[in-house]
């Protein structure tokens, strides 16, 4: 990515000094030191974690010359291809047999002024071979000529994906800043004709010229014993000798200075205004300076709240709405963004630079701020269980970002005493005072252009946002619900049974037929996540009612429940610290939730009024309707939307619930079919299950249960047929000349409409054939053919559907259809063939050591539990993840292949290729 978007988690803080400054205070458990050769390094001990291995090159493409161009981005990928001690692509063999996934867990990355090389290890048993690698790098790569030779094909695809020629409207802005500058000619993939003319000789003239010790930095982090890695970093890398004479790589990182800009929006953007504000650099040094950054924060949420408001009060449609920090080549500016159709231009707009003015000139309500500052509060609040969540992997790449800009790693302690100072200094007033620091700044105008406008003719519309945004802002009305509560159940339930199954999950049946399961988790603090969910999504509506369910989440979200509109809702739940995220997929449907113990009732109490006390604003149907219409007809104006309705219109027929839903059908989506979506998915009980994972009780849940999901009105349905309507004769192959790329993408699908229904064995099954798969495309077309850089496969079937549904993707150069075609064909042709022994027992490790860390993520364990639970899999494969790969035997492998990509399946073949 050349717009470098640096997300920062460090608070810095430390002892007051005469000056009034108070310096950051690092964290002591890092353990630092550098070995007489100059090779510096970095220990992080944490007891129980799996272990990361970080190597830090103070060279990337800033140490290029004119002729070098992505040398250092080149010499990267050949860090894979082969070293002193691992021949080509041995090491990445060697640690996925140990669970890695090349990608996931074993990486690195290029950018301007660095080159990192990542190692995930799941444990420390792996450390001597790591640490080996790392060191094969510092002086020991191979750089075969033929290995560069492959590499070029590889490096190509990668430009070809990431360097797009029609560029968005913030790649073009990007552009234009840096144009003068030091950054002008630089890229780190670099360029198509230099990777062309790399040649093993001069990639090695780069690598021995930077990869020097002094200019190196080792990180390893997670479960390992300081004094061990000492001694292995230095039996590894003491001997590591500089050369006699050492090029300088000192750069002077260039500001850019920002301007106003206007120009063409790109194929996925929509029109649009936005405002961008300068604030400090992204370096933090000192407690005041950590404040400031938070205070900008919360001043930048809470306009951000404020405009959601009165766009949502307006019912004025919006593509997009961001108000947001923006970081950008280490520096820290606010971003104030909307995006529209070009008929709303002018109306939009005002509305925008009106609330900004009032939000100038008048400031937030002392509820409107109490809601955004509570976050912080909760920050505090749950200090000691969100840094007991931090891994190897948190600690590796915080300190790779500490070396990448000079800065330190913060202790619990100062990041404790930060939140104290923060919410001392947080009220209406201190608040109010930074959102006017930020609207008084000076700020640029960027108008992005739709084609049919005259940029010419836009750009002459600067002046008048500025004369607009001067004007006196208006006070605003009270913007708050007289509302302060959800509507409260007026008749219980019962709990018909409960007790502690043999798995440690304590369950309870409920008198309206829901299933409640509860994890008691002692580690996890106050927090509380919690997945209410059934069977049935789409696959429980009439086809009639497609488009109304892709339209009800929002039209819901923005209408609100009861008493309350849809942004006051939001108001309420920020204050009482409860997230929801309501969805409607294929197959299920539900609500993900994260509240506090504390309040946990009132998440209850949420449950219960989605399902009983929906609002329904005719204003906000015709909104999101007008929206969607909008976004669809943009989408579709592009060759890839155009590919992928072609794709859907092959593969379904017209009724399917998987069937491209037309604008027309969204056009015409009422208020009662919104409710009839609602009253169909959660009115009626097809299993639905309530999982909680929490440090809780069960006498402290049976009393609420009763109370408020109980009470929850339902009715017993049946479980609906989750049969896809497949089009079983579909083209063999379409192709579409009509790309506005020098780039091809090609795409086989494989479907079997009439494989087994899925089950928690199958679903491990299709990881781990999805696993092999994506191995084998990157070691076939990759590394031996040099086509692409990321060829991809993987199943699109949903849980309870019985069929499998493949896809198989690849992007080449136009001249190479006819290669990735019988290239994909031998690789699916060898998967049905041949897979051994040891290529299952990888693909069950990696799965096993993917699924392992659910133990530490609440989060995604609830899900897991709930997915598993409402679709019939029960949770016994996921309490014993090694215990079910190890279950999985190769006949029933092989089955699974045969079952999704041999005779039964249909094929088809899609290629997008450059218009001619």
Known sequence: MRIILLLISFVL????????????????????????????????????????????IHAGSA??????????????????????????????????????????????????????????????QQLEPGMMWLRDIADGLTLSASEVEKEKGVIQGEIRRTRHEQKSLSEKYYDHLINGTALETLDPVGNKASVANATSESIRAFYETWYQPQYTEVVVTGDINVEQIEKLVRSKFSDWKAADSVADNSIEKPALTLTDYTDTIGEFDAPSLSLVIERAPAKIDTREQQLASWLDEIALQLIYQRLETVYQDSAMPLQSLTVTPYYMNYQRNALFSLAFAKEDRQATQDLFLETLASLRDHGVSQTEADSSIAYYQQLLHDIDYNWSQQDAVTFAEDRVWAISTKQSSQSKLDYQQSLEALLKVADVERVNQQIRSILDDEYFVILGADESESVEQLATQIS????????????????????????????????????????????????????????????????????????????????????????????????GLG??????????????????????????????????????????????????????????????????????????????????RGINRNSYLPTSRHAFITAPELATVTADQIRQVHRTLFTKDRGYKLVIVADLTPEELTPLLRHFIASIPLESEEKPSFKVAYNLDPQVRIDMPEYNEQNSIY?????????????????????????????????????????D???????????????????IEAQVAPGDIDKIDSAIDKVIAELRSDVTQSELNTVAKQLAVALHPLKDKPIDRTWFYTRYLIHGYGVESLKDVDGMTASITMEEFKQRIEEAFGVKALKSKYTLTPAQ
């Open 464 to 559: 008048p946002v500025r004369t607009k945004l001067a004007e006196e802002g208006a006070k605003p009305l009270s913007l708050l619900s007289v509302a302060s509560e959800l509507t409260l159940p007026t008749k219980e339930g019962t709990v018909l049974s409960q007790q502690t199954n043999a798995l440690g999950f304590h369950t309870w049946q409920l008198s309206n037929g829901v299933e409640v399961w509860l994890e008691t988790d002692s580690t996890i603090g106050d927090s509380v996540n919690l997945v209410y969910a059934s069977q049935g999504g789409k696959a429980s509506l009439e086809p009639e009612l497609y488009a109304a369910s892709q339209l009800a989440i929002p039209v819901v979200v923005r209408s």
């Open 13 to 56: 803080i430390g002892c007051t000094q005469p000056n009034g400054v108070t310096p950051i205070e690092p964290d002591n458990n890092w353990v630092t030191g550098q070995l007489e050769n100059g090779v510096k390094y970095h220990i992080y001990p944490s007891d129980n974690e799996p272990v990361s291995l970080r190597l830090f």
């Open 563 to 644: 008493e309350f509109k849809g942004n006051e809702l939001d108001a309420y739940l920020r204050r009482n610290s409860i997230e929801v995220f309501p969805f409607i997929n294929f197959t299920h449907h539900g609500i993900e939730m994260g509240t506090t113990k504390a309040k946990i009732a009132d998440a209850f109490n949420v449950i219960y009024n989605i399902s009983t006390n929906i609002n329904v604003d005719e204003r906000q149907i015709e909104a999101i309707r007008k929206e969607s219409y909008q976004d669809q007809q943009r989408y579709l104006a592009t060759p890839i939307g155009q590919w992928e």
């Open 789 to 807: 850089y990321a060829p991809d496969a993987y199943s699109v079937a949903h849980d309870q559907e019985p069929s499998t549904d493949w896809l």
């Open 747 to 787: 795409l086989v699908r494989v479907t079997n409409p009439q494989a087994q229904t899925s089950s928690a064995k199958t679903a491990f099954i299709d990881d781990m054939i999805q696993r092999l798969l994506s191995k084998r495309l990157t070691s076939y077309v990759r590394e031996e053919l040099g086509l």
């Open 63 to 124: 140490q290029e010359t004119e002729q070098q161009k992505g040398y250092a981005h080149f010499l990267e990928h050949m860090a894979f291809n082969g070293s002193t001690h691992f021949t080509s692509n041995d090491m990445v063999a060697m640690f996925e047999a140990a669970g890695l996934t090349f990608g996931a867990d074993i990486n690195a990355y290029t950018s301007y002024y660095e080159t990192v090389y990542k190692l995930d290890l799941p444990d420390n």
